[in-house]
């Protein structure tokens, strides 16, 4: 493990910190989904007037701020024998709502099979959005809260077990 890294994560306070922008990330990127199905016109038979695309919420899980975070601290977090099974619950939430993201995603734009760089930078394909499509990203977009929600209940558990470390299992976890 890298030396930055290993300071960033053997401490309590370090991984609290990590956890809580990682969090915070993730909240923000709820709140731009939910401006997406909300705050837009794209549903009252306009186009989105919005650039939408992986700069402003990101499609692929690996490309969140919060997907960001998790690649870097899911592998040293899991060594800790009392964290280790939250990783995978995590991951697997975190997977879950970009899968739901997706589905919103493709109600209010067209996703070439082939996207370009430039498509992958701005987004020029939305479509106009019918009352029932509207309704479908709705719908979606309750079940991301959700199983945002529920993401956030893990991350508090995490929390919690990073706080009931002892000084034993973080020497330990340096050893390593």
């Known amino acids: 493990m890298s030396e930055q890294l290993n300071k960033k994560v053997s401490n309590k306070a370090g991984m609290l910190q990590n956890i809580y922008d990682a969090k915070r990330a993730h909240k923000e990127w709820v709140r ?4 997406l199905v909300n705050g837009l016109d794209g549903y009252r038979g306009k186009k989105v007037d919005l650039k939408v695309d992986k700069t402003f919420i990101a499609l ?3 490309s969140c701020k919060f997907g960001q975070w998790f690649d870097k601290y899911a592998e040293p977090l899991s060594k800790f024998d009392s964290i280790g099974r939250f990783i995978n619950r995590i991951e697997e939430h975190h997977n879950a709502l970009h899968t739901t993201y997706s589905h919103i995603y493709s109600i209010f734009f067209v996703i070439p099979k082939k996207r370009s760089i430039i498509h992958q930078i701005v987004t020029f394909n939305s479509k106009k959005v019918s009352e029932s ?5 709705c719908i979606h977009l309750e079940y991301l809260k959700k199983s945002s929600a529920e993401l956030i209940e893990v991350l508090e558990v995490l929390e919690d077990k990073i706080k009931a470390l002892d000084y034993n299992e973080l020497r330990s976890f340096l050893a390593k």
């Open 32 to 35: 731009k989904a939910d401006r």
């Open 60 to 62: 692929d899980s690996k």
């Open 133 to 137: 499509e509207r309704e479908k990203a």
